[in-house]
């Protein structure tokens, strides 16, 4: 089946900076990518649809400003939280429908996000 | 509302058939019923979808109901690698996975 890699895997950093979290679909090639994040023990939460070459679409109450998303190609979409605060903390997950409807989704790894 | 309705959790001995039940009561005639599974700290796994036949997979089976009201995931030799959350997912309009509570299956040896 298809791949998809997240780096990094896991990250620690302290309140105020910045994270960015890359998801890749490694052998093939992805117009649109979902950001999720799920904290303990919870379901998946959608984030935003990611789509290459244009601005990525936020699900509602999520903050446009605070989570950018850049898909800058085809195989290739970044989250960056930006002034990371505690409840930031999280595991996010990208994943990237591939073939035709009804899409089979590929998932990342995750990345487990901690804000000290 | 598009969510699916399933067992918050269900145990299972190993090397024996599992059965994970979904109810998606509002489906419309379009609507494919997708299946995904989450082993702890992973991204999720898909499993299996269908539209209104039986479908059969390397992984499982997934039975669909014939007025599509509800679905059956068929694990049909569980092992302790089965343990993980199963969602039982309908797909949107715009093709985004709307995600419920999923069953957590216990795999007992």
């Known amino acids: 089946g298809a791949v998809v890699s997240q780096h990094p895997s896991w990250v620690i950093c302290k309140s105020g900076t910045s994270v960015k979290i890359e998801c890749r679909s490694l052998d093939f090639q992805a117009t649109t990518m979902f950001w999720y994040r799920q904290f303990p023990k919870q379901s998946l939460m959608l984030m935003a649809t990611s789509n290459e070459g244009s601005k990525a679409t936020y699900e509602q109450g999520v903050e446009k400003d605070k989570f950018l998303i850049n898909h800058a190609s085809l195989t290739l979409s970044t989250l960056t939280v930006t002034s990371a605060h505690p409840e930031d903390s999280s595991f996010y997950i990208c994943s990237a429908p591939t073939g035709g409807f009804p899409y089979e989704q590929y998932f990342g790894p995750g990345t487990r996000l901690t804000v000290t | 509302d598009a969510k699916t309705t399933q067992p918050n959790s269900m145990e299972s001995n190993e090397e024996e058939p599992v059965h994970l039940p979904c109810n998606h009561s509002t489906i419309s005639g379009t609507d494919y019923i997708h299946w995904y599974r989450q082993l702890p700290s992973q991204g999720p796994e898909y499993v299996i979808h269908?539209?209104?036949?039986?479908v059969n997979n390397r992984m499982a089976s997934l039975a669909i109901a014939e007025d599509r009201k509800s679905s059956t995931l068929i694990l049909h030799r569980a092992t302790l690698r089965d343990a993980a959350v199963y969602y039982c997912?309908?797909?949107?309009?715009?093709?985004?996975?709307?995600w419920g509570a999923g069953t957590k299956l216990i795999i007992k040896p």
């Open positions: 997912i309908k797909m949107d309009s715009n093709y985004q996975l709307i």
């Open positions: 269908g539209l209104t036949s039986n």
